[in-house]
């Protein structure tokens, strides 16, 4: 067909795979991972598994000639229910024999915990649907790969979130070596960690471009993205929680049915393992027992997506114990209080086996609840229950805490992960005077470039105009683990903090030498050294960095020009925390709910730039209330996706959404030298069970007390039509 260079089925690109498409955490020794390449070659096990690739001069001409493509398919049955999985009825993978890819258990004392339960004054027992969902960045995906005219050195220019691990990736997945690879990520259009993933198109583009020795690009339309990026969520809870007679939580206990798809991506399997250490939530408890069964379906893969396991974590403790209050007839912040991890007893040593690093969860709740006016709330609801109106309103509370800064490397290493939780950073003083910051983060949307200005111009007192930081590219940035878990400030932004620290402490060598004073002498001030008690006598940081620069009077030993590098593996994860409170109207008649207030009341310790904490958490706090209320990756029985376009998945607008307050307490983490903890995910963790805690809380007087996401106008008037029915009869 015209402008057609080449088209290639699976079979005939088998030969050019070194290695299977890399799943980077074998969460246990006998997980069952099925091969997966970039091309099916037998059998496709999910709409969007790629059978063929066509290479064209123009986009228009290859899109032409795949509608010239007639594929036969052998029609086979489809297992999108995740019990139905579990139960093997339909296999995806006939030859390994179950849909079961892993079963993971944490649970200390067995014996512990059945007592806990047998001997509980009270118990509640609660099952929710965490249903899928598409992430839906402002950008789709993206990749470009040009081979160098001479050497095999192949450039790559892709929309991820992974520069560094992608190279990694590709070398071993295309043979390629790493020395003849280098990986840029422009800006990237957002993320959400669905770009924190090695892609099927990336691995093509290499092989393309090696195989046909000219660029190779792809680019990912809307409809693609959501049947072939990675989807999220995708979870069935069981969570139970004894209590004494004054409410006092003495036991949890979770299982989760895992929906991995057809296939297991980067980190698929690991994803309920993050939330695995959380389900007992902020809440003193000193029983816990967690178990996860992961299964195959045929539908798109699941993998990270904004919060990763936390979210779901967070979920499930914060619906459970909102029906713990209704039990006791509590009021939901009072449950709360009851239950809290006291300040004193931080470092906390959870029964999950985590040590939280530091926590004021009362005054975090009581601070949100002032954020609202709680009381005139409560008052405005039991008027309105009174008069009989068709406009309900909903409280909902969402206390939460979340492990993030993905951390230390003998951790990820105890729980199987095949990576490394340390950052590396360079900080160089040029003998201009200007600073130049390379990071092994990669932002896409953070605001790393402001953040990393900011705080080394604090560090080094000079302007935060005269830093550059460059990010994302592994030619000028070679050593980094990338961003994605809220750890790019607590891991990548403390090593930059440690490395200009090494250049302070050489720039006072070489300073105490020029001015032939004792290092113990100096004074450093908004970038100045001088002599304690001469202050006329001094050197600004530029021009110690001049006199490194020529070299000409330097101490014997010191090594010319003035930076400082450091790779920084953090000694524990950080524990940010807040609660948040949602208020809803929910119209009977029509089953319709309307989010009118929120507020978000969160503590991620010493802040470097509260407006990008602050938009980080708005932005969060619309995705999860999307979970909440809009959005449903929805397939039919025959696993084809029905929700594949923006008009039939519904990602929510600024119309749909009311003015966020927000507000903060400063709690430092004692485990990096800056006392920051991580806000990236904050916002959708701690959103959706306050928006849904606001929509039972609406309508639990007329007994819907179950309701699953979204909450869509249908599903409350079907549950309100329901309850009515039974009331009847």
């Not at 695995?276 to 798109?300: E, I, N, R, W």
């Amino acid at each position: 067909m015209p402008g057609v260079i080449a088209a290639f089925t699976g079979a005939d690109l088998a030969s050019e795979w070194a290695a299977p498409m890399p799943c980077a955490w074998p969460v246990t020794p006998d997980m069952k991972n099925p091969p997966h390449y970039p091309l099916a070659t037998q059998r496709a096990c999910y709409v969007g598994d790629g059978v063929a690739v066509v290479v064209a001069e123009s986009p228009e001409q290859a899109i032409d000639a795949l509608a010239g493509i007639v594929v036969d398919y052998e029609e086979e049955p489809a297992v999108t229910d995740l019990e139905d999985a579990a139960a093997d009825r339909v296999l995806v993978h006939p030859d390994i024999g179950t849909n079961r890819a892993y079963t993971w258990e944490l649970i200390s004392d067995p014996d512990a915990l059945k007592k806990a339960f047998d001997s509980a004054a009270h118990t509640v027992k609660e099952r929710y649907i965490q249903q899928r969902l598409i992430p839906a960045a402002m950008e789709p995906r993206g990749v470009c790969v040009v081979p160098h005219p001479f050497g095999g050195d192949f450039t790559v220019y892709s929309a991820t979130q992974i520069p560094h691990i992608l190279k990694v990736m590709l070398g071993i997945t295309c043979a390629v070596p790493e020395t003849s690879l280098r990986v840029v990520a422009p800006a990237v259009g957002g993320g959400f960690g669905s770009k924190l993933n090695v892609y099927a198109e990336e691995l093509l583009a290499l092989a393309l471009a090696r195989k046909l020795r000219r660029p190779v690009r792809w680019v990912e339309e809307r409809s693609e993205a959501a049947l072939a990026t990675i989807q999220g969520r995708g979870q069935i809870q069981e969570i139970e929680l004894a209590a004494d007679a004054d409410g006092k939580i003495t036991a949890v206990r979770v299982h989760l049915i895992a929906d991995m798809g057809a296939y297991l991506q980067l980190v698929t399997p690991g994803i309920p393992l993050l939330g695995a250490f959380l389900y007992h939530g902020v809440y003193d408890v000193p029983v816990y027992g967690f178990s996860c069964t992961s299964v195959f379906t045929t539908k798109t893969p699941t993998d990270a997506y904004r919060g990763a396991g936390r979210p779901e974590a967070t979920y499930a403790i914060e619906r459970a114990i909102d029906a713990l209050a209704r039990k006791l007839e509590m009021d939901p912040a009072e449950i709360r209080r009851r239950n809290f991890i006291r300040p004193e007893k931080f470092p906390y040593s959870s029964a999950a086996g985590l040590v939280f690093d530091s926590g004021q969860y009362e005054m975090a709740l009581d601070k949100s609840l002032e954020l609202v006016g709680y009381d005139q709330l409560r008052q405005e609801q039991r008027r309105r229950r009174e008069n009989g109106s068709a406009r309900l309103l909903g409280i909902g509370l969402s206390s939460y805490v979340e492990m993030c800064g993905l951390a230390p490397s003998r951790v990820l290493a105890s729980l199987n992960y095949s990576a490394g939780g340390w950052e590396a950073a360079t900080v160089r003083v040029l003998p201009t005077g200007t600073v130049q910051v390379v990071t092994g983060t990669s932002p896409h949307g953070q605001g790393h470039v402001t953040s990393w200005s900011m705080l080394v111009a604090d560090r080094l007192g000079v302007d935060p105009q005269n830093v550059e930081v460059l990010h994302s590219d592994t030619a000028v940035s070679p050593h980094g683990m990338d961003t994605y878990g809220s750890r790019s400030l607590s891991v990548g932004g403390t090593a930059v903090a440690m490395a200009c620290d090494r250049v302070l402490d050489k720039a006072r060598v070489i300073a105490a030498h020029q001015m032939e004073v004792a290092e113990e002498d100096l004074e450093v001030s908004a970038g100045t050294f001088s002599v304690r008690g001469t202050p006329e006598k001094s050197m600004t940081l530029q021009q110690v960095a001049f006199e490194a620069f020529t070299a000409h009077n330097l101490p014997d030993g010191t090594e010319p020009n003035l930076d400082g590098s450091i790779t920084f593996d953090p000694p524990n994860f950080t524990f940010p925390f807040g609660t948040h409170v949602a208020v809803v109207e929910v119209d009977t008649e029509t089953g319709k709910v309307d989010l009118v207030q929120y507020a978000a009341l969160d503590d991620c310790g010493n802040q470097i730039n509260p407006l990008i904490v602050e938009g980080q958490v708005h932005g969060g706090i619309a995705q999860g209330a999307a979970q909440a209320l809009w959005e449903e990756a929805v397939y039919d029985d025959s696993g084809n996706l029905l929700t594949a376009t923006l008009a039939d998945y519904l990602v929510p607008s600024a119309a749909e959404l009311p003015s966020f307050k927000t507000g903060a307490t400063v709690t430092p983490s004692p485990t990096n030298i800056l006392g920051v903890k991580g806000v990236g995910e904050a916002g959708t963790i701690a959103s959706t069970p306050a928006v849904m805690n606001a929509v039972v809380d609406a309508l639990s007087h007329l007994g819907v007390t179950q309701l699953d996401m979204p909450a869509s106008p249908e599903k409350v008037w079907r549950a309100l039509t329901n309850v009515g029915k039974e009331a009847g009869r």
